[in-house]
């Protein structure tokens, strides 16, 4: 059904489930961002022994395809948990992100492609 | 504007934004997830040494708020990466998870709560 | 055999044990460094939904002892490959790491113990 | 000196550096597992844009190998604690370990190279 694939309802869908299975108690968001980062790791390992090439085509595999699509829908599900208990709109915040991004990080021009990842490292994971 | 905040509008903005610095090259399927479960990480670490009700308060504080909210966008903004470079629906692989998990994980009777949170454990984090 | 419980003799022990299985190709420092991540996770998960005092009770349930005892083994195991593979004495390392810890984080004064977790992190975390 | 170089002598240093600073409430197995898996993220980060090749060179690089050298301290640091504070002999678990894994994964004929990676990361990432 089409309302089920938009933020709102998948996060009530989700509360529902964990109510219903009485586990909001271990839900802390302390928990839920552990139970995260475990299940992006989990995806993780799916790539951990593969080459860059190899990495590309782990769809064409319909087991790892699957898997890999699995672990998508756990690592949003916990992330989609998380932001709902502390109040945090998860695509708000990354559009403001974004915002910020294109201000801090402005595009080369064209001709100055990078050529040290170190410094693309800094651009990726920091604010 | 609204329609920032709709996946496909934002997935379109960080491949543009990726694109205009020429980042393509690094944005393998293992690298992004190397990074998304990196920045999941650093979400964790904002609560690695608080207890469980600490946890819940860490939007009262605005440089804490501000933080988390910028961590949940790191890490939405790799998940949403990985999944556009290998054409998964994020939404809809968390639809389908929840459909099966309703069926494999049917909720206890009220009066049966959970007293095991090992058990919880499984039923959160495997198919 | 007592020689077996030093980290070199468990760098060469590992070592042996990869080489007869062709791996080396696949222990470039990067992978390496992301199987040790997910090793960590894993030992994470098992801890992700307990309380702080469930989480100091682990080790009185055999199976739960185990399987602790078993994912530190692989964090350990792929930390000293990670080291052997670049030239790092972890020993060393740690050892020169609360060298400069010493002087950077004095020992408070006994009678102020500390009341804000967030100032710990910031110690534990960074050098 | 040379009795810091020693598993048992580095743990005693890292619990007076603990109690010291009256960490010990903080450090409970699960804190420290979150900590110890944050760590292990910080090494990945370094790594994370980068190809299988230039991963090999960290080193070449003062700054660079100083906080790959730094990283994998603090990754020892939280493993040790966690490892005090259950009892756990990680040097005794690894050598137990590698015992089971040479039972369990025979060393293939010399001449069946493995080729397909996945086959690999079972054998890698569990007992």
Known sequence: ??????????QNRLA????????????????LAAALSVEASEL????????PEESGRVMA???TAHRVTDEVADVLAY???FCEGLGIDPL???AAKIDRNELRFPAPESH????????????HSSE
């Open 44 to 51: 993780l390992e799916i790539f951990q022994w593969l080459t």
């Open 92 to 94: 708000a915040a990354l």
């Open 61 to 63: 595999d319909p087991e």
């Open 1 to 10: 059904m089409n309302h089920r694939l938009d933020v709102p309802a998948l």
């Open 112 to 123: 100055k492609a990078p050529n040290n990842p170190s410094t693309n490292t800094e651009s």
């Open 79 to 81: 992330l989609l948990q």
């Open 16 to 31: 529902a489930f964990a109510a219903a299975r009485h586990w909001q108690p271990h839900h802390t968001p302390k928990n």
